[in-house]
Structures are given as C-alpha cells and as structure tokens.
C-alpha cells in the first residue's frame, strides 16, 4: 500500500508538471511536456506492481487526465468509448514503462503524440481553439456554486419540489443533491467527475438514460443547456445529439414535472409544443442570460406555475 500510495503521489506530480500546458501550440515542442526526475526514478520499479494495481493506477492515471482536460476546458466531452480508448493508452504507457525497451525520451515523446491523437479523435475542436494560444492554456471559469444561490438563480421554490428530483451535472462535491438530501427529500445527481454512492452516480448526460415519466423534478444550473448552447454554435459540435437528449429529458418528467435550467435555450424552447409543454423564462441579473422553467403539460393547465 505504501508503494502504490507513492506511484500516485508520483503521478499527481507529473500531472501538475504539465499543467495547463498546450498540445497544440502552433511552435509546439515535443520536450514542452517532459516527465519530471521523480517520475523517471518511478519507472524503475513499475513492473513491481501486481496486474490489478497496475490497473487500478492506470484507473487512477485516467481521471485525472480527463479532469485536467475539464479544468482548462469545460467544453471537453468524452463518452465512455473514449474513456476506454485513453485507459488503453495509458495501459500501453505502463507497458513500455515495464517492458525497458525504449528510451526515457522515446517513451515521453510517443505517450505526448498518442495523446494529441486521441484529444483529437474525441475532440476536434480543440485544435482549432488553441492552435494560435502559447505554450500555457487560460482555463475556461467553471465553479460548483453553492446550492442557496443555485435555488436562487433558477427561481426553484422548495415548497413545491416534486420527486424524485435528478440534477444533471451535480459537480464532483455534489452541493445541491447533498442540500436537498439533508432535507429529507429524494433526490439523485449525475456528475462525470462525481464518485458514485447512494444517491449519486458517475455518468456522462449524454449517455444516460433518464426513461420516461421518471422524473418529478430535473435540475441543471450550468450544466447541460451551457453544454447545449456550446455545440449550438460550434461547427462540428453534437448538437443532434444534444437536442435529442434534451427532448428526451423533458419526455422523463412525470406530468406537471419541471425541468429547472440555466442559460436558457430559446433556439429549441421557441419550437417546444405548446400542448405538452409550457416554458417561462427568468432574466438572470441584468446578464442578458435567461434561466428557464419547462413544465411538462398535465390535463388542468390552471394548475401550472401557480
């Protein structure tokens, strides 16, 4: 135990040794993005390990990775194909790490240019953005906010909360799912980064399945619509597939059940059937953004936003 706590103590390190640094600097230089002494030192004794340490590093090596990404780009997406495909590439890392048949320099080099293909495989967009950036990338603001001003912002009003509540993009801490639950109320959270446990589960919105007339409650502060609203003005964004999850979403509420959300969306708000959903939008502080309410159309309309 002593062992591995070290290995990601050593990995944790390298990590933030190429912190915020850009693959795809247009003046790119392979030795930009070196492995530090203490890394070197740690390959020595990798093949150390047992199969299921290894893998359970090459685990831990992965979220990392892919919340380093998150952190300078919020925007960054991965599917669970693309998961595997980066578990894959780090397990070969290791490998060559074990193996003792390549150079410190070829195994630095060929890892940095296998990782530059699969971000551009998973996303494309990314070269476009920061091939005319420096060496250092300027991380894209994302916060977890507190859940009173979350409430706040999304004008929900706790009296008339219906459950089973389900908030999409929960964040890593799970703030809101934690202050509802603390409530008494049933409540449920899907985050990418967020560990899995009683009432929350590590998923990507894209990929989960929400069912139908599931949900008396949907939240989203920040979270799917920003998402939305991105590949909405992308060129090769997946913006299909956004729109047929969010329909999806709203179709999972139980009748009179609310989908709570900011930014608004009203490229797709304005085209909803008003005989299955009504919509009522909030200024946000004098932003110029919108948070929105969808409520899914029971038979007594009078009921509605009372």
């Known amino acids: 135990m002593e062992r591995y706590s070290y290995y990601k103590h050593t990995i944790d390190s390298q990590i933030f ?39 359970l590093l090459t685990e831990y090596t992965v979220n990392l990775v892919l919340q380093e990404f998150c952190r300078v780009n919020q ?18 890392l290791f490998r060559d790490i074990c193996n003792h ?8 080099r060929e890892h940095y240019q296998n990782l530059i293909d699969w971000l551009l495989r998973s996303n494309p967009f990314v070269k476009e953005i920061y091939s005319t950036h420096g060496n250092y990338l300027q991380p894209v603001c994302c916060a977890e906010y507190n859940a009173d001003l979350q409430i706040k912002l999304l004008h929900i009003d706790l009296t008339i ?13 799970a703030t809101l799912v934690r202050f509802l639950h603390e409530r008494g109320l049933e409540v449920y959270g899907i985050d990418r980064f967020c560990h899995n446990s009683e009432f929350t589960q590590c998923a990507n919105w894209l ?56 930014p608004a969306l009203p490229f797709i708000e304005t085209f909803l059937d008003k005989r299955s959903f009504l919509v009522k939008n909030f200024s946000l ?22």
């Open 161 to 173: 909360l219906r459950e089973p509540i389900l908030d999409i993009g929960c964040g890593e801490n």
């Open 207 to 262: 990929e989960y399945d929400y069912g139908k007339c599931q949900w008396g409650t949907i939240i989203s502060n920040l979270g799917f619509s920003n998402h939305f609203h991105h590949n909405h003005l992308r060129k090769d964004s997946d913006f299909v597939v956004y729109a047929k999850k969010y329909m999806e979403i709203l179709y999972s509420l139980t009748p009179s059940g609310r989908f709570y959300y900011a």
């Open 17 to 55: 040794h190429n912190r915020s640094k850009n693959l795809f600097c247009s003046n790119y230089a392979p030795d930009l993005f070196s492995l530090t002494p203490e890394t070197i030192a740690c390959m020595d004794h990798v093949e150390q390990l047992d199969d299921r340490s290894l893998e």
């Open 101 to 108: 048949t390549k150079s410190v320099r070829s195994i630095s």
């Open 285 to 306: 502080n004098n932003t110029g953004y919108q948070s929105t309410i969808v409520q899914r159309i029971q038979a007594n309309v009078d009921e509605l936003f009372h």
């Open 75 to 92: 925007y960054i997406s991965f599917s669970e194909l693309d998961k595997a495909a980066l578990f894959s590439l780090y397990s070969n």
